[in-house]
């Protein structure tokens, strides 16, 4: 699997440990930065890592700015992202399951790394059921259309 990974100045330090974890569990992962605590503009940054996923350069993504409200926000504005904003593991596992999500946003100064490993891995972890949910993600999906 393909990992797009993307944060901005809040984020960049968790970014560097959530990327270094999923190297060490053998996932591939494709950086679009930043690359320190320079300020940046979360917008470019959501932009190059959902365009990854929509043009099917990576599998999943995961945003990290300061609250993953931003980078949520601005993931969903492109056609084909499903973003969640999770700071529990049990949103970000049904995120997956029931909205097929492709992208997680998380908040780098409202959770802690270790927590932040666990909603990673609860995401990464589930997979779409389809059924009755995939109705449901059809008309999300028909809502871009408009």
Do not use: W
């Given at each position: ?112 790394e270790e927590l932040a490993k666990d909603i ?5 972890g589930a997979e779409f ?18």
């Amino acid at each position: 699997m393909i990992l797009a990974i993307g944060a901005d100045h809040a984020g960049v330090e968790l970014k560097e440990k959530i990327k270094a974890y999923l190297t060490e569990k053998n996932y591939e992962v494709k950086d679009f930065g930043t690359h320190d605590t320079s300020s940046v503009d979360y917008p470019d940054i959501a932009k190059k890592v959902c365009t990854s996923v929509v043009n099917k350069e990576a599998d999943l993504a995961i945003l990290i700015c300061g609250t993953g409200i931003g980078m949520s926000i601005c993931a969903n504005k492109i056609n084909g992202i499903r973003c969640c904003a999770c700071s529990d593991t049990y949103s970000a596992r049904l995120t997956r399951m029931h909205n097929d999500a492709n992208t997680l946003a998380i908040g780098a100064r409202v959770i802690g790394e270790e927590l932040a490993k666990d909603i990673v891995d609860a995401f990464l972890g589930a997979e779409f059921e389809g059924g009755k949910h995939q109705r449901r993600v059809d008309m999300i999906n028909a809502l871009e259309i408009r």
